[in-house]
């Protein structure tokens, strides 16, 4: 169904419908009562890794967690207005466009555009100035976009901003070197939370609207209400502070989250709890440290066993952040006769960068070395200028291993922009791998 906008007006296939066309001459329907766990949507996950899975998501039990996130979570009282800069088609524009800050009273802002390119880097910063917005909600990805284009923050002195109160970053991990920009540039405290698709908001986040926990870099903070989250050893049991595991939730997981998979309630018990009997397998993998803190490292696929050490390769995607030159990079795991699998970075560069590459990879090489050790083995390493991602901004980390490993890979339907791969399959052949 296409709702035509006249200033760029779609060319409708045959499978299309225009929006005002469908309702013309229609008498509306009343509202039907249903009950508490009737689906109010299915949404089809991102799906780096597979075929997508139609997540069910309950109304009622949804709309009761997603009312209590609105104060507790981004601390806004009905009345504020509240932005999710996010496409509305995927689980963040779902939850917090629409059904969260409308059900609690908030002013949602609706924006179609990008975070660059619509026009420039400030527009983010104009439509906060603009519309008085509280808290604001975007992914890191969207950040080290305008980081790459404005790395100093020159742009955002123009706009008033002293009417936000705070960000708050999901989707993936957010790594140190963003959030200390996003500190320094924005002025107002940066809150890491994670989530998913399946859960449909907060499983790990700081409470600032009932009291801020001091920020701790690189965690989403502590777990919220009804989520048990425990760090998980190959065999199912629970590990020490500081070991990295697999991420689980023990089950039952709070109201809201997904009952089931659309037609497939057997590969819904497959998927998430066949793994760990008794838990919900999240696929991603962290720790939590002494004081309760959760760090999510990477997708329990993305961590890789270098000569039989268990490496995250988000670590290792720290590290070559914090090089003042890059803007955005990736860590993947590729084969490697001797050692099982070796760590390859790709390095995208700040605009204006002119260094030579060469020596770019040479820092973080050392880097690496300095801040992880030699046990890393890290030295393969290029720079490209763009990373293959989805839509929502996820980059294809298994798409790209099954290029560096010459397999046979379907790309997954959400992705941005496919002729990205064969960019990174030249950089690969560059380094003697894709062949
Ligand atoms: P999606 O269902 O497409 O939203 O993807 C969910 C996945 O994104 C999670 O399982 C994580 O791998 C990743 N993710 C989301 N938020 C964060 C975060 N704050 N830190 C690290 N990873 C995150």
């Known amino acids: ?39 109010a949507y299915i949404l089809y996950t991102s799906g780096t890794t597979g075929a997508p899975k139609g997540v069910v998501r309950p109304t009622a039990g949804h709309l009761v967690a997603l009312n209590w996130t609105m104060k507790n979570i981004y601390n806004v009282d009905p ?8 496409d509305v088609g995927w689980v963040v524009g779902h939850s917090y466009i629409c059904y969260a800050p409308l059900i609690h009273g908030n002013t949602t802002v609706v924006f179609e555009g990008k975070p660059v390119g619509t026009p420039d880097a400030t527009t983010f910063w104009r439509v906060i100035a603009e519309h008085d917005v509280r808290s604001f909600f975007t992914a890191p990805t969207a950040l080290r976009a305008i980081k790459r284009e ?16 705070a960000l708050y970053l999901a989707g993936e991990r957010a790594d140190p070197d963003t959030i200390e920009w996003a500190q ?48 998980l050893n190959e065999g199912g049991h629970e590990m020490q502070p500081g070991e990295l595991g697999a991420i689980a939730v023990k089950l039952p997981l709070p109201p809201g989250t997904l009952p089931t998979l659309w037609n497939a309630p057997e590969r819904y018990v497959k998927s998430y709890l066949t793994t760990f009997p008794g838990y919900y397998e999240t696929g991603d993998a962290g720790m939590i440290d002494t004081d309760g803190y959760l760090y999510i490292m990477a997708r329990t696929d993305d961590v890789i066993n270098v000569a039989g050490h268990r490496l995250s390769t988000g670590g290792m995607e720290e590290v070559l952040a914090a090089h003042p030159d890059v803007a955005e ?10 050692k099982g699998q070796l760590p390859m970075g790709f ?16 820092d973080v090489i ?10 890393a083995a890290f030295k393969l390493a290029c720079v490209v200028d763009r ?23 379907k790309a997954p339907a959400t992705i941005d922009d496919p002729v990205i791969l064969d960019e990174v399959r030249s950089a690969l052949k560059a380094m003697g791998y894709a062949k």
């Open 347 to 362: 390095l995208c560069l700040n605009k204006g960068c002119t260094r030579p590459h060469a020596d770019i990879v040479l």
């Open 184 to 231: 320094k540039v924005m002025g107002v405290p940066v809150y890491d939370h994670w989530w998913q698709t399946e859960t449909g908001y907060t499983i790990a986040g700081n409470p600032a609207g009932i009291e801020a926990m001091p920020v701790k870099i690189g965690s989403p903070t502590v777990a919220m209400p009804g989520y048990d989250v425990q760090i």
């Open 387 to 409: 990373l293959p991602k989805t839509r929502s901004g996820k980059i294809l980390r298994g798409t790209m291993v099954s290029i560096a490993d010459s397999k046979p890979f």
């Open 79 to 86: 009345g504020d207005v509240f932005w999710a800069a996010s």
């Open 1 to 39: 169904m296409i709702f035509q906008r006249t200033e760029c007006e779609a060319q409708l296939g045959n499978i299309d419908v225009e929006w005002h066309a469908l309702q013309a001459g229609v008498t509306p329907a009343p509202c039907i009562a249903v009950s508490g766990d009737h689906p």
């Open 150 to 165: 404005d790395s100093e923050g020159v742009s955002i002195k123009n706009f008033d901003m002293s009417r936000l109160r």
């Open 366 to 375: 050392k880097l690496v070395r300095e801040k992880i050790g030699p046990v």
């Open 329 to 338: 990079c990736a860590v993947i795991g590729v084969g490697d006769d001797l």
